[in-house]
C-alpha cells in the first residue's frame, strides 16, 4: 500500500459526474473518499464516519506517488499564491486542529491551552490566537516551544509553559500571567503521548474542555475525579467538513499564517532521512516529501 495521507498536486483527469473541478486545477486531497451516499451519517452530512469510508494512505493507496485517486466531496482548491509544500500540511494537521478549536466551543477572549506544540500544535496556537483566545503553549521538548516563541506577537502564544516543571508551577504561572486564571478553560491535546493528556486536565479550570486530537496506542485513563469533582467534558478531536477545510486554507494564505516544515526530495533513501529527522531532538514543525517540483 502507498502511504500518504496530506496530499497536494494538480488534477491530471477527472471523472464524467465531477464538477467544481477542472484539469489544471491546483487542489489539497482529503483523507476520505468512496463513501457509501446511502447511511445515516452520509444523510446527516457526517460521511467521514461512514463505515464504508476509505482513508488514503491507510487502508488504500495513498498519495506518495505520481498519482492519486482523490474524490471531489473531500478535495478543496489551493490558492495559486500557496506553494504546494506549505499546503500540504494542512490537509490533515490544519484541517484537524483548526476543527478541534471550533469543538471546543470556548467564549472569545477564553484560555485555550495547546498541548504538544510539533507538526499540529504550532499551526494550533496561530489559529487559537487569530480566532480570539489566549493561548497557552504547552511542550516538554525545546525546540517546538522555541519556534512558537519566534512567530510573530500576534500570532505566537501568551505564554509557554514546560509540563516536566510540574502541575502546581504552571498553574501558579497560568494564574499570574492571565489575571488570576484557576486553570485553562480548554485543552487541545495534540500529542499522543499519555502524560500530556495527564497533565492536560491537571491544569484545566474546572467545567473545561479537553479535545482529544493525539491517538496513543493504548487506553487514556482518567480518573473519576476528572469527571465528578473538576466536570471536565471531553470532546472528540478530528478533521473538519471540507467547507471548513476550505475556509482554513484561505485563512492561513490571507492572514499569512506560517507552516513550518522540511522539505525531502523523493529518492531511495528519503524514508529513513526523513525518520531520523521526525525522531531528532531538534525536530520541529512538519517532514514533507516532494514527489516532483511544481
Not at 191 to 213: M, N, P, Q
Not at 241 to 262: G, Y
Request: with cysteine.
Amino acid at each position: 500500500m502507498i502511504p500518504g495521507h496530506e496530499n497536494v498536486g494538480v488534477i491530471a483527469a477527472i471523472g464524467e459526474a465531477v464538477t467544481g473541478f477542472n484539469v489544471g486545477d491546483r487542489v489539497g486531497v482529503g483523507l476520505f473518499r468512496r463513501a457509501c451516499g446511502q447511511c445515516r451519517e452520509c444523510a446527516n452530512g457526517t460521511s467521514n464516519f461512514c463505515s464504508s469510508v476509505e482513508l488514503a494512505g491507510l487502508n488504500v493507496d495513498g498519495g506518495m506517488a505520481e498519482y492519486v485517486l482523490a474524490d471531489p466531496a473531500w478535495t478543496v482548491h489551493l490558492p495559486n499564491e500557496m506553494p504546494f509544500v506549505k499546503a500540504a500540511p494542512l490537509m490533515c494537521a490544519g484541517s484537524t486542529v483548526y476543527n478541534s478549536i471550533k469543538r471546543a466551543n470556548l467564549a472569545k477572549g477564553g484560555i485555550i491551552g495547546i498541548i504538544g506544540l510539533g507538526g499540529l500544535g504550532h499551526l494550533a496556537v496561530q489559529f487559537a490566537k487569530l480566532l480570539g483566545y489566549q493561548c497557552v503553549g504547552v511542550d516538554t521538548r525545546r525546540a517546538p516551544r522555541d519556534l512558537v516563541a519566534s512567530l510573530p506577537s500576534t500570532f505566537s502564544a501568551d505564554l509557554l509553559i514546560d509540563p516536566s516543571e510540574g502541575t502546581e508551577a504552571a498553574l501558579s504561572t497560568i494564574s499570574a500571567s492571565l489575571d488570576g486564571a484557576t486553570g485553562l478553560g480548554a485543552a487541545i491535546v495534540c500529542t499522543d503521548a499519555i502524560e500530556a493528556y495527564r497533565f492536560a486536565t491537571s491544569i484545566l479550570a474546572k467545567h473545561g474542555i479537553l479535545v482529544a486530537v493525539g491517538q496513543p496506542k493504548g487506553e487514556i485513563p482518567f480518573h473519576w475525579s476528572t469527571f465528578v469533582s473538576q466536570d471536565i467534558t471531553i470532546v472528540p478531536g478530528g478533521l473538519g467538513s471540507n467547507a471548513m477545510t476550505q475556509e482554513m486554507i484561505n485563512i492561513v494564505q490571507e492572514k499569512e499564517l506560517h507552516v513550518e516544515v522540511k522539505e525531502f526530495p523523493f529518492g531511495t533513501d528519503t524514508f529513513e532521512r526523513l525518520m531520523n529527522e521526525y525522531r531528532s531532538e531538534g525536530m520541529s514543525g512538519k517532514v514533507v516529501i516532494r514527489i516532483e517540483d511544481e
